[in-house]
Antibody, heavy 117, light 107 residues
């Protein structure tokens, strides 16, 4: 069955770099697109960026040049890397699979990251 | 970026009620509007995609309608388990954007 699982740190220091891995199973990264979405505590959902099945990426300009998404298809993993973390980057970070159209049909359980000074 | 506005922010309903949640886009998004349900501490779950298509496994009491800029999610016969926050999301153009959510409370 389709599964996504995020792994990453619980705590990141201010101005440091966040690295999260999304490991998928039940589908191929060369067939489906995978996206990153985050949710600050008690707030709504924010689309961060996408890893397209062809290997390209797109990013929300809100993250300017801080965000990088990559993948290792042999390991069925998608990676999020974001630098210069601030306290307002404290959030739960989700990876999600895109369905046939532009919707997210499967989600990981998310990883809660706190940025601490 | 396309702004998504949901209303009301909070909706209180009794079991068995029919409720309607609204989502408005700041520009035409054609049919590319999706609805998610998020329970406390969980990941969002896809309910409806492309305005009115029910995702597999979702109860038929959920339905969606609309076009262009105005969309609705209806729940026909609210159940206790529907206590959640509901988000709309536009898939018409990047960056994909979500509404701020409607919290459904059960009286």
């Amino acid at each position: 069955q389709v599964q996504l699982k995020e792994t990453g740190p619980d705590l990141v220091q201010l101005t440091q770099t966040l690295s999260i891995t999304c490991t998928v199973s039940g589908f191929s990264l060369t067939t489906y697109n995978v996206h990153w979405v985050r949710q600050p505590p008690g707030k709504g959902l924010e689309w961060m960026g996408a890893m397209w099945n062809g290997g390209g990426t797109d990013y929300n300009s809100a993250f300017k040049s801080r965000l990088s998404i990559s993948r290792d298809t042999s390991k069925s993993q998608v990676f999020l890397k974001m630098n210069s973390l601030q306290t307002d980057d404290t959030a739960k970070y989700f990876c999600a699979r895109q369905g046939i159209a532009a919707y997210f049909d499967y989600w990981g359980q998310g990883v809660m990251v706190t940025v601490s000074s | 970026d396309i702004q998504m506005t949901q209303s009301p922010p909070v909706l209180s309903a009794s079991v068995g009620d029919r409720v309607t949640l609204s989502c408005k886009a700041s520009q035409n998004i054609n049919k590319y509007l999706n609805w998610y349900q998020q329970k406390l501490g969980e990941a969002p779950k896809l309910l409806i995609y492309n305005t009115n298509n029910l995702q597999t496994g979702i109860p038929s009491r959920f339905s969606g309608s609309g076009s262009g800029t105005d969309f609705t999610l209806s729940i026909n016969g609210v159940e206790l388990e529907d206590l959640s926050i509901y988000y709309c999301q536009q898939g018409n153009s990047l960056p994909f954007t979500f509404g701020s959510g409607t919290k459904l409370e059960i009286k």
